[in-house]
């Protein structure tokens, strides 16, 4: 819940520049708001960035005060959306029921969901974190299409902590989800604390194909250096 529609505009004038270079092969995908995606929308058109958005409600339209539906997104020119992100789970009730609606209802109408998965502190220490996170993908990935998919491993624990996952170990995490997944060429990216000091190694293992970028992405100089890591 950052930046005014006039913020995300000096944010992307002070950010597009510095993608002149980076590798066409290379996604980026901006996830604002809900304010901000019109207007970011038409800022980005012609551009390299794709828009995404950060929920989505299992409904085209209803008695659902506060949530957006798939064709609201869609209509502003929104690619992506983020499903079950941790602070959705942890602070406004999402299930994993919920979840694999939201993610049915976002492939229907054409999105590709990022779906967050991953365990606390509580559950890491007491050795629940495959167990945990094997569960939420059987749940979460019911009659659910993988190969219009992207899945992020974020440890609740290494997020906005600044205690990162070591990258060894998010690449074991990753490597069991890759294993549980019908389609093992479903793009996987790590999220957690990650920064441009540590992304060149988060990159560097062969199980990560991506970040999910949180706190470091508000700055352009510091998002810029995430998308262009080396």
């Known amino acids: 819940m950052f930046k005014t529609q006039a913020e995300s505009e000096d944010f992307l004038r002070g950010f597009l520049p510095h993608l002149e270079d980076t ?9 604002p708001p809900f304010t901000d995606l019109s207007v970011i929308s038409k800022y980005l058109h012609g551009s390299r960035i794709q828009l995404g958005a950060q929920n989505v409600h299992w409904e085209e339209y209803g008695a659902y005060t506060g949530e957006i539906s798939a064709p609201m997104l869609t209509e502003v020119g929104v690619r992506f959306v983020i499903v079950g992100h941790s602070e959705r789970r942890q602070f406004f009730g999402e299930t994993d029921a919920t979840v694999n609606l939201r993610l049915k209802a976002a492939q229907k109408h054409g999105l590709t969901p990022i779906l967050c998965v ?11 974190t495959e167990k945990l996170i094997f569960a939420q993908l059987e749940k979460d990935l019911v009659d659910v299409d993988q190969y219009n998919l992207v899945i992020a491993y974020e440890p609740i624990w290494a997020i906005g902590t600044g205690d990162t996952c ?3 170990e998010a690449n074991r995490v990753i490597g069991l989800i890759r294993s549980q997944l019908n389609n093992p060429n479903v793009s996987i990216q790590y999220g957690g ?9 988060i990159m560097a ?3 990560i194909d991506g970040a999910l970028v949180g706190g470091a992405s508000l700055e352009p100089d510091s998002f810029a250096r995430i998308v262009n890591f080396h």
């Not at 991953?118 to 629940?128: H, I, L, V």
């Open 23 to 31: 590798p066409s092969e290379r996604e980026v995908v901006l996830c």
């Open 118 to 128: 991953g365990e606390t502190k509580q559950q890491r220490d007491a050795g629940e």
């Open 166 to 168: 070591e990258s060894k």
């Open 193 to 201: 604390s990650v920064k441009p000091n540590n992304i060149d190694e």
């Open 205 to 207: 293992q062969p199980e």
